[in-house]
């Protein structure tokens, strides 16, 4: 009997008449002979609600009791959907994420899985029960409650098809798949049947918000078939797997509009500089994207970066100070820039497609600050204002429209 | 060093300013030399909030999951609660049941504590935390959430003030402390400074809602001193201990309104006929209360019972259907009684009490249906609209009232 996992995120889970409805898609899967395991994210806007009620309290709230509170979230949404598979007449029973151990470290709001211990939804399964499992959450060695971080219920869907060895893992989610562009600023945006994991990371890391990024990364290593797949409507999805069906140039275009700029003036140049800078960064917890140094003149030179626009008030005070000691004249810094991306695993045997694109934002009188390329995708900082017309000339350019 | 266990009801953090209320009052008591185990309930309306969810999704949701729900409720209120202790520099850790072995038996929505491990409290509170516990809530061998029903925080209070051998167990309310009758209904009642736990056991059956009954029990049979508390202030409250302070005849007047009366009419009387009747409705697990059976006249006789009123719809086809097959002319029901009951110790040493309560509700013109003696308490049912002037004129006539 196949296995399947499936994942509903939180606002297909916001209210009672859509819980009833997911419920009404388990049944169905149920009914046609499969195992289903199900993870669930926390209903609607609940975690941002309850983030909100901390932060009224404290400007600081201890993350091994943020993660205490927001692992209700799952716990609610667990309960009611089992309530709702019982009243259809299909047997359930719902699992919190300590209670099927899936084991974590103590990183409290951002834990990452070391294992799942499978024996107790084995057993329910044999029984003919849906399991329902909460995702977002785990349990840490010291017994304390963990959460995984932002779209941590991917993460646990996919470890749970892992360990269970499951025959699929489905996401649900408000969208019909992934995309060519984002539909709602390209409106010839075309669904992909099927993208390679590493393409899908690429998309993940900037900016496509469909998925996290650890839980494409974990099916990566373990090889579990991923499949993207509307919670609203029966269209196909895409499937995420270990090779795109084709290989064109680039399969999308993509854009993060969560960037800040910053630039630390007048470096006194000399080697080691750039070493000295981003190891203190690192050692402030500042994740570090792109990375640009100008030709040094007169012995001074200007080394600017990106970070995610949401770090640059915690960064800044960090930044000065580095600034300050290593006798730079200043830093400066910018939240208004965008990165703009190319991806595509067919780049690497299509030579000049770099090229195409700076070309391509040229015409548009589109300035680039910085760029930065990997094996499958190229991207470019841009001003923010310019996101729109930028994706959709690129989009149009790698002829990625629907014909 | 002294232990306090205080347990926090769901008005008193019912908001944020409450709980940073509740925290300044945690605070100010581990300042002053203790270890403090504090329980808390679910937040204000939370559980209502609930349960009227998983009724909206099934009008018979499955127990096991309504426990996984409700369990949320208190979840949210010890994170927050500790979140504020945080914020006031008072080192504070969060449990829910489970994660401290509130080991119960598997009646979900009703389970009873069979033990608790303190472990990891006395490790916590070694380290100079106070320790915030879940209330209301534990886990069975089986590994699943499960609830104690109605009030359960104050069991969890008395259990872990027993298992830790605590000093004594502050029950924090929103009343100033056990009345000699409900300060709503009676204007000069009397606050209590000392209350035994045999009358208040008395007076929590009997409808005074400050404490659940569990509670109690358990408080007397591990001699656990309580003390109620109101929340909003820093009066005295009352102490619940083993015996009162003074034993006059009566401590207090109170009265339950949820009751029904029924009366199976023209019962064949024969030997064992009561009991034919009585075993037969608690096989249906309904609860009755007082009993009457009229003298016989012409072979047949009345048997009446007064049972909880919430519980008329679900007994009376039952009841209905014993009557038929024992051959008796008819049931008739009422909802309009109530109970009015007097409670105190020294009533055994004062003789001529209940022909005092007799006489006093006669010159009320108050007719009283039914009877029922305890060694400690003497109740009268009478119709619902005389509750108020019966439990006036008794609280005068017994002298209870402030001089």
Do not use: W
């Not at 995984?148 to 219920?153: N, T």
């Not at 669904?191 to 099916?219: F, N, P, T």
């Not at 509307?230 to 995420?240: A, D, L, Q």
């Amino acid at each position: 009997m196949p296995l399947i996992v499936q994942k509903y995120g939180g606002s297909s889970v916001a209210d009672v008449e859509k819980i009833k409805s997911v419920a009404r898609r388990i049944k169905r899967t149920a009914k046609k002979g499969n195992k289903v395991v199900v993870v669930v994210s926390a209903p609607g806007d609940t975690t941002d609600r309850f983030l909100s009620s901390a932060y009224e309290i404290t400007a600081h709230p201890p993350e091994r009791e943020v993660d205490m509170l927001l692992a209700t979230g799952e716990q609610i949404s667990i309960s009611l959907l089992t309530m709702a598979l019982h009243s259809l007449g299909c047997p359930a029973i719902s699992f919190t994420g300590p209670q099927v151990r899936i084991l974590t470290d103590t990183a409290h709001t951002k834990a990452r899985i070391l294992s799942i211990d499978t024996e107790r939804i084995k057993k329910e399964l044999k029984k003919g029960k849906v399991v329902v499992v909460a995702g977002f959450q785990g349990i840490s060695r010291e017994e304390d409650i963990t959460t995984l971080g932002r779209g941590g219920s991917d993460t646990t869907a996919v470890a749970l098809a892992t360990s269970l060895k499951a025959d699929s893992c489905e996401i649900y989610t408000d969208v019909e798949g992934i995309y060519t562009a984002d539909p709602r600023m390209v409106l010839s945006a075309k669904r992909l049947k099927r993208i390679s994991y590493d393409e899908m990371l690429e998309l993940s890391s900037l900016g496509a918000k469909v998925m996290q990024l650890r839980s494409v990364e974990l099916a990566k290593r373990y090889n579990v078939k991923l499949h993207v797949r509307p919670s609203f409507s029966n269209k196909e999805g895409t499937m995420i797997v270990k090779k795109g069906l084709e290989a064109p140039e680039i399969c999308g275009v993509t854009y993060d509009k969560n960037q800040a700029k910053i630039t630390i003036q007048s470096v006194p140049d000399r080697p080691g500089i750039a070493a000295a800078i981003f190891s203190e960064i690192a050692k402030k917890n500042i994740n570090v994207d792109m990375i640009i140094q100008s030709a040094s003149l007169k012995g001074l030179t200007d080394v600017s970066f990106t970070i995610a626009g949401a770090d640059l008030g915690k960064a800044l005070p960090a930044i000065k100070e580095i600034a300050k000691r290593i006798k730079a004249k200043g830093v400066a810094s910018s939240k208004e820039v965008a990165k703009v991306s190319i991806v595509g695993v067919g780049m690497g045997s299509h030579p000049g497609v770099a090229a195409r694109m700076f070309s391509c934002l040229a015409k548009e009188g589109i300035n680039i600050e910085m760029i930065s390329t990997s094996e499958i995708k190229i991207s470019c900082v841009i001003g923010e204002k310019e996101v729109k017309r930028a994706v959709r000339s690129l989009h149009k350019e790698f002829g990625l429209g629907r014909s």
